[in-house]
């Protein structure tokens, strides 16, 4: 096992902010991974799990203890009662295994195309775009449980997914490092096109678009609002969406729109966010005076998309966190709603 000291953590994110991380070690194996936790544990050191780095702000002060990057790679295949079973190394690029699933024709997360970041922080957040979440074909995940030492699969339901939620980001946040995770994924099966976005890309389209026509298209659509990761594109210089679409009580819903309506405004809704009466953080944040391109110095809004917060030029994490803040005072002020970060501050 390599341990590197003081080294700098924002090349190893998407926004690349923050600080060095005392040491760091990048595990591949299980075994690499419980040598590190002995390491951190003899010397008293925090410990910070790292995966792509694609939904991070690290500190400016960086991380004082262990960083420990999940490097396992590996995928095995197998069917199992009808289902492709895709079991995969935490460390493995999470496009890379959807790109591959959809070569094989297995339906189930074409539409989490172009996500950045590894296979082992998707249950995390329970990643999802454009109408699907990995918590519907997550079958299970093998973690290392920090509470007891032993490495144990958790089924589906063990993890407790919700809308961007599941234990590892809430309930049991810090306890497991993610192993390996298994997709039941659909051979055969037929593209999710539920959401606007991919119903407008394929409106006069002849036939069902096939798995890799949705892929295709998915990754067009996230291109063009910077929410795919291309050196040339300094809007992808992102941790993506900054803030959570806020869930709001009948009672709060009610009050945003008397808000709207004395402006005049009308509150968009969306099919797919009207189920929970989840609202648009992305125009909350526009018509707060923050719209897209709007420039902050260092730190700005992606001229693509209302809801990314882009690194310009050289910004620090104090950078970010300002803006952030500046914007979520202004959406309060004007709305009566306090947005939640997605991203996890790492560091602070
Ligand atoms: C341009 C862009 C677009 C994005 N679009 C989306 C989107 O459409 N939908 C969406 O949901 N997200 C999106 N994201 C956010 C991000 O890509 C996802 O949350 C991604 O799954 C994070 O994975 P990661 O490996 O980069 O995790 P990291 O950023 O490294 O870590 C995130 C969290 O997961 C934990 N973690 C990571 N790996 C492990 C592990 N093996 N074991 C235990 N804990 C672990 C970390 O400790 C940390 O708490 C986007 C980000 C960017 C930059």
């Given at each position: ?162 809308y ?83 869930v ?22 969306y099919p797919a966010l009207e189920v929970l009466r989840k ?70």
């Amino acid at each position: 096992m390599l341990i590197q000291e003081h080294v700098p953590l924002a090349p190893l994110t998407t926004i690349r902010v923050g600080g060095p991380a005392r040491y760091l070690v990048d595990a591949t194996t299980i075994g690499e991974i419980c040598e590190a936790i002995t390491f951190a544990r003899t010397r008293n050191l925090l410990l910070f799990v790292l995966g792509g780095g694609s939904n991070l702000v690290v500190s400016d002060a960086g991380w004082p203890g262990l960083v420990l990057k999940v490097g396992i790679v590996g995928t095995e295949e197998r069917i199992e009662d009808g289902k492709a079973l895709f079991e995969v190394g935490a460390g493995e690029d999470w496009d890379k295994l959807v790109a591959r699933s959809v070569a094989q024709n297995c339906a189930g997360i074409e539409c989490l195309s172009g996500i950045p970041g590894s296979v082992g922080g998707t249950p995390v957040q329970n990643v999802g775009a454009y109408g699907q979440e990995v918590g519907e074909t997550i079958q299970g995940v093998l973690a290392f449980d920090l509470r007891d030492n032993q490495v144990r699969e958790l089924c589906n339901e063990a993890c407790g997914f919700s809308y961007r939620a599941s234990i590892f980001n809430s309930t049991e946040r810090g306890r497991h490092i993610i192993l390996r995770v298994t997709y039941a994924l659909t051979p055969g099966g037929e593209p999710r096109i539920d959401y606007t976005d991919l119903k407008r890309y394929f409106s006069g389209w002849q036939g069902v678009p096939t798995l890799a026509e949705t892929r295709d298209a998915v990754r067009k659509v996230r291109a063009s609002k910077g929410m795919l990761i291309s050196l040339g594109d300094d809007d992808s210089r992102s941790a993506g969406s900054f803030f959570k679409n806020p869930v709001l009580s009948p009672e709060q819903y009610h009050a945003l729109s008397a808000r709207a309506t004395a402006k005049n405004l009308q509150i968009p809704s969306y099919p797919a966010l009207e189920v929970l009466r989840k609202v648009s953080a992305a125009w909350l944040v526009e018509h707060s005076g923050f719209s897209k391109g709007f420039d902050a110095g260092r730190v700005g809004i992606s001229r693509k998309h209302a809801l990314a917060i882009v690194n310009r030029r050289d910004a620090t994490a104090a950078d970010v966190i300002a803006f952030q803040e500046q914007i979520q005072q202004r959406v309060e002020d004007i709305w009566g709603i306090r947005l939640q970060p997605e991203p996890v501050f790492v560091g602070f």
